[in-house]
């Protein structure tokens, strides 16, 4: 999902992020990343930069891709 550009609006504009969740991506059992998502989960902050996106607003496509994604992690959770 986050490497697909079509994830993530071309334009818009953000305010103020305020952080809602995040992952922790690691390899190997090392941190290799982060991603703060915020602002009702529409927009993410990647640490290291995203070169996939350009925006950090997410596109419609986006916002329902990542809902299916959290409403799994919920599922795999309860």
């Given at each position: ?12 504009e ?5 952080l809602d ?13 982060t991603?703060?998502v ?15 996106v350009a ?17 799994a ?5 309860s």
């Amino acid at each position: 999902m986050v490497t697909d550009t079509a994830h993530f609006s071309a334009g818009g504009e953000y305010g103020t992020f305020q952080l809602d969740a995040g992952f922790l991506i690691e390899e190997k059992r090392q941190l290799v990343g982060t991603i703060n998502v915020g602002c009702g989960y529409n927009q993410w902050l990647f640490a290291p930069k995203n070169a996939s996106v350009a925006q950090r607003s997410l596109s419609a496509k986006g916002f329902d891709k990542m809902t299916e994604l959290l409403d799994a992690l919920n599922a795999t959770a309860s």
